[in-house]
C-alpha cells in the first residue's frame, strides 16, 4: 500500500496518549490511546495500528486493530482488520475475513 505525499504518517513505533485532529489525510501504524477526529478527512489504520479511542472521520479504512466507536461517511473493513465497538456509517465495506464485534447502523 503506497502512501499519498500529502498524507500525515504515524509511524510504527510511535505511540501516542491523547486525541489527534487532523484535516487532510492520515496514515497510523502505531498505537493510539485517544480518539482521532476529523471533518472530512481519511484515515486509514494500518496493518500494525492499534487504536484504543473512537474514531471519526470523513473515510476510513481499517487494516489494524480498532477497539472503539467508528464514525464516519465510508468505513471499510479490510481482511485480517479487528474492530470492536460500534460502526455509525453511511457506506460499510467488509473484506471477508475482516471481523466486527459491535452493531453497524449503516445509512
Not at 501504524?29 to 482521532?36: Q, T
Not at 465510508?74 to 464485534?101: F, N, P, Q, Y
Amino acid at each position: 500500500m503506497s502512501i499519498p505525499s500529502n498524507t500525515n504518517v504515524l509511524a510504527a513505533g510511535i505511540e501516542i496518549v491523547g486525541s489527534i485532529y487532523f484535516q487532510n489525510d492520515m496514515h497510523i501504524d502505531g498505537k493510539v490511546d485517544g480518539n482521532i477526529q476529523s471533518d472530512s478527512g481519511k484515515v486509514t489504520i494500518g496493518e500494525q495500528a492499534n487504536i484504543k479511542g473512537d474514531i471519526n472521520a470523513g473515510v476510513v479504512h481499517v487494516y489494524g486493530h480498532v477497539v472503539g466507536k467508528v464514525t464516519s461517511e465510508r468505513c471499510h473493513l479490510s481482511k485480517d482488520s479487528v474492530v470492536t465497538g460500534d460502526i455509525k456509517t453511511g457506506v460499510l465495506s467488509m473484506d471477508e475475513g475482516a471481523r466486527l464485534s459491535g452493531l453497524a447502523e449503516i445509512g
